[in-house]
């Protein structure tokens, strides 16, 4: 029968059925997911084909996972030119990200938005603890809010604490599958806390993404919503890097370049020290923001490191 990847452990699933009933399963064989070099064959949001298996324990078999509409990935922290698989099947995803205790980096929101882009996940920004912002945060959440709209990014406002925005967040995630990403210490645990009561997700878990000093497995857990839809949790994961990107690729996943590369004057620029390159150009002339170009620089600079494995 058809089920849903609810949580990996590495080697047994926790995967629930058309019937509602949750099992678990393991794999059968080997997979291997053509165009896919991943360290993890199955990943929460994975829809797969399970056999019950005869038994007091009432575990089934996984063998065969059906085609992914989307995917999002990070580079492996263990294998350096492999990519780990997240999670699968997304409609949207939301990063939580903070101006104040802690302040979430411009660099890690653009890497954010890259990696959506590169699969075709509609992103969200979602700025928490807006209860302790004064007006010094309140500008700059202006001024980013009017950067990442016009880039076509959908940019919300809430505070868990006072529980404000929450209605626009249900909202948000009715009838959707939403990965949810964000530091440790943004009130992502909380956040998920409130929209799940009965889960008692513990609030110390480091949170966010990809892997630099991870010595343990990052499992993501999906969780169903009261009403209609599901949340993924990815705990313990802290920055994002960057995997099965070509340095010359990187352009096309800001928006804001992607629009005029056609204008620059060699096809393969770079954006860094060509002549005549239209990106650089709309830098100086403020159509692109500087902050953005810087990190466009930085994860092509890392690029460089990994050669875009």
């Given amino acids: 029968m058809k089920a849903l990847v609810y949580k990996s452990t590495g080697s047994w699933y926790s995967v629930k059925d058309e019937t509602g009933k949750f099992h678990n399963a393991r ?12 360290t ?18 009432a575990t089934a078999v996984i063998d065969e996972i059906f085609p992914r509409t989307n995917y999002i990935n990070r580079q492996s922290p263990r294998v350096k030119y492999h ?35 590169m699969y075709h996940v509609p992103a969200i920004l ?32 809430v505070s868990v ?26 009130g992502k645990s909380s956040l998920i806390n409130t929209l799940l009561p009965k889960e008692g997700i513990k609030t ?6 990809s892997g630099k ?8 857990t999906m969780y169903d919503l009261p009403g209609a839809g599901r949340i993924i949790d990815t705990p313990g994961i802290r920055e994002l890097a960057i995997a099965n990107l070509g340095r010359e690729e990187l352009s096309h996943y800001f928006p804001e370049m992607r629009e005029r590369l056609q204008h620059c004057q060699y096809n393969n620029c770079m954006h860094v020290n060509e002549p005549k ?27 460089g490191e990994n050669k875009g494995y």
């Fill in 204 to 209: 110390q878990i480091v949170s966010g993404w």
């Fill in 277 to 303: 390159c239209a990106v650089k150009q709309a830098v100086s002339d403020g159509d692109i923001d500087e902050e953005r170009y810087i990190s466009y620089l930085n994860i092509l600079d890392s690029l």
């Fill in 213 to 220: 000093g991870m010595h343990t497995t990052t499992f993501a």
């Fill in 40 to 57: 993890n064959p199955l990943a929460v949001g994975d829809w797969v084909n399970i056999e019950i298996e005869e038994g007091a324990e």
């Fill in 27 to 38: 794999i059968k064989g080997v997979f291997k997911i053509e165009g896919i070099t991943s």
């Fill in 161 to 186: 604490e006072k529980q404000e925005g929450l209605e626009m967040l249900n909202d948000l995630l009715h009838n959707k599958t939403t990965l949810i990403s964000g530091h440790s210490g943004v």
């Fill in 83 to 117: 990519q780990h698989i997240i999670a699968a099947n997304l409609d949207q995803s939301i990063l939580i990200a903070t101006l104040k205790e802690p302040r979430t980096s411009r660099g890690f929101i653009d890497r954010f938005l890259v990696v959506c882009e």
């Fill in 126 to 157: 979602l700025f928490n603890k807006t209860d302790i912002y004064r007006e010094k945060e309140w500008a700059i959440y202006e001024t980013l809010s009017g950067i990442y709209r016009s880039l076509g990014y959908q940019v919300e406002a």
